[in-house]
């Protein structure tokens, strides 16, 4: 089997399984990769530990552009995931993004876990 057949072979694997979570969830759950820090900073018992570096989260199409994947599969991420989620997710990106200084500036663990609980909200099932 050449590279080729190989390849294509696994740009359909990859693509079933975007249909496959996305089928799950309305947006592509990979984009949580991008609020790691704000996890860690929601956990107790960080208070012990350097607060996370964070830097402004990204919005939900910019994320995609960032990841190591086929603009085929990019672009069927926004094709299926929902419109209504990924607006819901900018805009607490924006809001989270403003809070920012605050956040980090005063170690505001509370903070951190209201987005966190947030945006995971945003990643149930709604459709």
């Known amino acids: ?27 592509d759950c990979d984009t949580l990769n991008d609020w790691i820090g704000v996890f860690f900073g ?14 402004p989260i990204l919005h939900y199409h910019e994320y995609q552009l960032t990841r190591r994947i086929s603009p085929a599969q990019r672009d069927l991420i926004m ?5 209504r989620a990924i607006e819901a997710y900018d805009q607490l990106v924006d809001e989270f993004n403003s ?13 951190c876990k209201e987005y966190a609980v ?7 099932k709604t459709r």
């Open 42 to 55: 929601a956990n107790p018992a960080f208070s012990t530990h350097p607060f996370p570096e964070q830097e």
């Open 1 to 27: 089997m050449s590279f080729e057949k190989n390849d294509s072979l696994e740009e359909l694997k990859q693509q079933e399984s975007i249909r496959s979570r996305l089928s799950e969830t309305p947006l």
């Open 79 to 83: 094709q299926l995931s929902d419109p």
């Open 99 to 111: 809070d920012l200084e605050q956040i980090v500036s005063t170690r505001d663990a509370k903070k």
């Open 118 to 124: 947030r945006v995971r909200k945003l990643f149930e």
